[in-house]
């Protein structure tokens, strides 16, 4: 009887523990709407995520110090949409606001690109008070050049999702259940007024809890001593 107890112990708490443990997309955008043509200002508001947990309520904008910037939406990677914009300057960025609450181990993903005379230099920063302070999470990383020679890439498209594209940050412990993060992918350099810059599929999403894969080797542990 003892080893029965045991036995079912061990399977109810690696059931829970592999709920626990699995990672959760809090908010996911895959692009998937066209914007408008011809659509320009310092500012534009692409909308909720399509997908994840919390999707409701969310934005993804961008924004930027010259009205004259164009916002579009060529193709992805992998996709048939992704969120492009032009006139990049210093501080100039796309951005995501997100709820968190209830959730803890937050990391971002994204895919971005650039064009020959696009910005190459960008800060992947981080807000938990609206915007007034921010917290770098990954500093001074390069974006791609699609298709340029020596990156193994090609220019983007609907059908092929390159991985050479994805960039990822760990947000930390400050970005644990609040509800309002933003995320902000912030250029570091001005460019030529038509150098464009694109991103696609944005996730924000949880990683697995250390103390959960610590349960889930203890739960092992509790099945060998059953045999």
């Known amino acids: 009887m003892q080893n029965k107890s045991t036995l079912l112990l061990a399977v109810a708490g690696t059931s829970l523990i592999s709920m626990s443990a699995s990672a959760a997309v809090i908010a996911s955008w895959s692009m998937a709407t066209a914007i408008p043509a011809a659509t320009t200002g310092t500012s534009y508001n692409y909308g909720a995520a399509d997908s994840g947990d919390l999707a409701s309520g969310t934005m993804l904008s961008s924004g930027h110090a010259v009205a004259a910037t164009t916002y579009s939406t060529p193709a992805g990677n992998g996709s048939t ?10 501080g100039d960025y796309y951005q995501v606001s ?33 915007g007034t302070n921010w917290t770098t ?24 999702a390159q991985a ?23 250029s ?12 696609d599929n944005f996730i924000v999403s949880t990683v697995p809890a250390p ?6 080797g203890l739960a092992g542990l509790i099945g060998r001593r059953r045999r």
């Open 81 to 90: 949409y992704s969120f492009s914009s032009n006139n990049w300057t210093i």
């Open 98 to 130: 997100v709820s968190t609450i209830g959730y803890t181990g937050v990391s971002i993903s994204w895919d971005q690109t650039r064009s020959g005379t696009g910005p190459s230099t960008f800060d992947a920063v981080m807000s938990v008070d609206g």
């Open 137 to 160: 999470i990954l500093a001074g990383y390069s974006v791609v050049q699609a298709g340029l020679a020596g990156t193994n890439t090609t220019s983007w498209n609907s059908v092929t």
């Open 164 to 186: 050479g594209f994805t960039l990822t940050a760990v947000a930390g412990a400050a970005a644990d259940g609040q509800a309002n993060v933003l995320f902000r992918l912030r």
């Open 188 to 199: 570091a350099v001005t460019t030529a007024a038509a150098g464009s810059n694109r991103i």
């Open 211 to 216: 103390g959960a894969i610590a349960l889930l």
